[in-house]
């Protein structure tokens, strides 16, 4: 089985994360970096973002691959 993530999906998630930090106590300056970088470099449809699309699915098929290795290595009774 093959999945992977549209830019969509991975753009909330990292908008998702990026709220998490704007609401730590930081400063207003770093809140208003976090936020320009969201919106100006991890725009949807910027190379940036499709970068990140590739390497988040390039890691959960590592993941999937490396579960599907795992119990076929290991004995049933361990």
Same mark, same amino acid.
């Given at each position: 089985?093959? #999945?992977?993530?549209?830019i *969509? *999906?991975? =753009?909330?998630?990292? /908008?998702?994360v #990026?709220d998490?930090? #704007?609401e $730590?106590e930081i400063?207003?300056q /770093?809140?208003?970096a976090l936020?320009? =970088?969201?919106?100006d470099?991890?725009?949807p449809?910027?190379p940036?973002?499709a $970068?990140l699309?590739e390497?988040?699915?390039?890691? $959960?098929?590592?993941?999937h691959?490396?579960? *599907?290795?795992s119990p076929?290595?290991k004995?049933? =009774? #361990?």
């Amino acid at each position: 089985m093959k #999945v992977e993530f549209s830019i *969509e *999906e991975v =753009w909330q998630m990292m /908008d998702s994360v #990026v709220d998490q930090f #704007v609401e $730590l106590e930081i400063g207003r300056q /770093d809140r208003a970096a976090l936020r320009r =970088w969201r919106s100006d470099e991890m725009a949807p449809g910027s190379p940036a973002l499709a $970068l990140l699309t590739e390497k988040v699915n390039e890691a $959960l098929a590592d993941v999937h691959a490396s579960s *599907e290795v795992s119990p076929i290595k290991k004995p049933d =009774w #361990v």
